[in-house]
């Protein structure tokens, strides 16, 4: 069609509209505004008075603003040849954003609903984008004779509420769908309303004929849901009711009847191009100096690292940070803001940095005895993560420690998270043990899932894994292959910037008694003896086998041991601990064996060393040097 013949047609209906002329029609000599209220402390003969008198008010002025409307529709008509000539394009919706008159005088008023709630409408110069499907079900929804009330469930931020905002929009013009034209969208204010006043509330809005009635969270309010119940099934009452995926399944659920009256309509995120959409439009009503690739950098950055809150919240709340800059805004301004956000490092790597990771596989060798082959894995995996060439379709590295105990894995852990990350806690480690009953897994789901959003550029330690449910095997599957873990509620937590270490001590034995087996002979071992299926274990970078220390290697321990316990008795007590080559063989003779690796080098430590140290001080020494023999 014609693009000016299409404007004109959308603009005549809207004029024909704009004055609400068939709504005028349909209620022509009903009372004006159809106010019962007023009316309450009135004899008989003044309400008949009243009555009349408000009928013929409510004639007159309906008979106006008809005859209006429709001379405002006839200059409309004739315009059409000013339209055929030129390609004017005005769009429908450009036109619903505009209101209707009249509507209020053919609906009751609502004097106590008015001061328990607000107005809900979107800023008309607001988009909305990504919502179509939600708007699809609503409108179907809300356009039902009966039961025409909707759950909206997502996450806080994911636009429920902007959502119902535009709906509000929508509600001003008498262009939109028929269970939403010419209506009121109002939010009631829940906290604190008395009981009386909320059943006022509920009688109002229903009586009044134009209301769409929203209330926000609503599993806070499970004691409302009784009196709720008669209002949701009233013709001229609809009614918008919200909650988030977890309460959904923990509250809602729980009340059947309830849940029943309502169409559930699952509000998603944004996907990355509608998101980017929603920021430049939030830019331009800011009026905001931001590159496009900048925008484009934001969405990308705040997807991968701020896994706690959906899109387009937390790529908004970026946004928000940014304009307090006041000025043109650069992809390193994103970059900043956002590592400041998510401690962790983004964009090029600098100088210091760039130092640790070139020399991250000699210091960790330098503090890991007899382990080369895992330091050299999970190094490598760390440069890949930071240079950004890793696959942030799967966590950065993933890989299964098998070994004897006290060998050094869960210590090769420690020491990668504090050489890199720079801190203790970026270790996250979970005892497999406590998870090994069928009831333990949502509890560990959960578990891993908080810890994971609020760091997710970590390395996260299972240790001793072998002795989790064989159904938290099968969940770490998705972990492993695709990077994210799902919970019942549905959303989702990402490891795409994580790296996962497992530990464990099965086929121990196989490799205490053969040092130098082959990793393929161990694996299938433990395949056939049904430790951990085929499946599972391929789904790990690599498999890295930890071999039982010898002499020489308990020698190198006892000797970083001595000298890490050295330097901390010198910063707190001022004592100087002499070390001899003597000591060094005397503890490591005692302490060495081959089963149970460093540990007894630590007892020995206590016994020969931190027990003469504290003879040493309960003398009353307080500095000074001391040398044991």
């Known amino acids: 069609m014609h693009p000016g013949l299409k404007s004109w047609r959308n603009l005549v209906i809207y004029a024909f509209n704009a004055f609400s002329i068939p709504l005028l029609l349909k209620t022509l000599i009903s009372p004006w505004k159809m106010d019962g209220s007023a009316t309450g402390h009135l004899s008989i003969f003044e309400r008949l008075v009243f009555a009349i008198f408000s009928r013929v008010l409510g004639l007159v002025a309906r008979i106006f603003l008809i005859v209006l409307g429709l001379v405002f529709t006839l200059i409309i008509i004739l315009t059409f040849p000013i339209f055929l000539v030129l390609p004017i394009n005005i769009s429908r919706e450009t036109l619903q954003s505009f209101g209707s008159f009249g509507a209020s005088l053919s609906y009751g008023d609502t004097f106590t609903l008015n001061k328990h709630s607000r107005d809900v409408v979107l800023f008309s110069a607001q988009k909305i984008y990504g919502k179509e499907k939600a708007l699809r079900m609503i409108e179907r929804g809300l356009s039902r004779d009966t039961n025409h009330n909707m759950l909206l469930v997502g996450d806080t931020g994911i636009g429920k509420s902007t959502l119902i905002s535009y709906l509000g929009l929508l509600g001003q013009s008498g262009l939109s769908f028929p269970g939403i034209h010419n209506h009121r969208v109002v939010e009631l204010m829940i906290e604190g309303l008395s009981v009386p006043d909320f059943e006022k509330c509920l009688k109002e809005a229903a009586g009044a004929g134009n209301i769409i009635l929203v209330i926000e969270n609503i599993h806070a309010y499970e004691s409302i849901y009784e009196k709720l119940m008669p209002s949701l099934d009233m013709r001229h009452l609809g009614i918008i009711v919200t909650t988030d995926l977890s309460d959904y399944d923990r509250v809602l659920k729980n009340h059947p009847e309830f849940l029943s009256k309502f169409g559930k309509v699952d509000i998603e995120e944004t996907s990355e191009a509608d998101t980017v959409a929603i920021l430049k439009n939030n830019a331009r009503l800011l009026r905001m100096k931001i590159k496009p690739d900048a925008i484009l950098e934001i969405v990308k950055l705040s997807d991968r690292l701020i896994a706690n809150i959906p899109e387009p919240a937390k790529s908004l709340s970026v946004l928000s940070e940014l304009q307090t800059l006041k000025k043109t805004i650069t992809i390193d301004d994103v970059r900043q803001i956002i590592s400041d956000k998510t401690n962790v490092p983004i964009g090029a790597i600098g100088a210091d940095e760039r ?221 100087t601990l002499v070390i001899t080559d003597a000591l060094i063989d005397k503890i490591s003779a005692a302490g060495f064996d081959p089963e149970f690796g460093a540990r007894p080098i630590k007892r020995a430590m206590e016994e020969i060393v931190e027990n003469k140290v504290a003879e040493y001080i309960m003398a009353g020494n307080s500095e000074g040097s001391l040398k044991i023999l």
Do not use: C
């Open 355 to 575: 130092k640790v990771l070139i020399g991250l596989e000699v210091s960790m060798r330098e503090k890991i005895v007899g382990q080369d082959e895992a330091v050299k894995d999970v190094s490598e995996a760390l440069r890949r993560l930071r240079t950004g060439v890793a696959d942030h379709s799967k966590p950065a590295g993933s890989f299964l420690f098998l070994g004897p105990t006290g060998v050094g894995k869960t210590y090769t852990a420690k020491i990668l998270a504090e050489s890199y990350f720079g801190r203790k806690n970026a270790m996250i480690r979970f005892d497999m043990s406590e998870f090994s009953l069928p009831g333990s897994v949502d509890v560990f789901v959960d578990r891993l899932s908080a810890v994971i959003e609020e760091a997710p550029l970590s390395l996260v330690f299972f240790d001793e894994l072998e002795k989790a449910n064989s159904s938290i095997h099968n969940l770490l599957l998705q972990v492993l292959d695709e990077g994210r873990l799902t919970r019942n509620s549905g959303r989702e937590a990402s490891f795409k910037d994580s790296i996962i270490i497992a530990t464990s001590n099965a086929g121990s034995a196989d490799i205490i008694a053969s040092p130098n087996i082959d990793k393929k002979v161990l694996i299938n071992g433990l395949i056939k003896r049904g430790v951990f299926a085929p499946e599972f274990l391929n789904r790990f970078n690599d498999i890295v086998l930890f071999k039982p220390l010898n002499q020489d290697e308990a020698r190198k321990i006892a000797s970083l041991m001595l000298s890490e316990f050295a330097e901390r008795l010198l910063e707190d007590k001022k004592i």
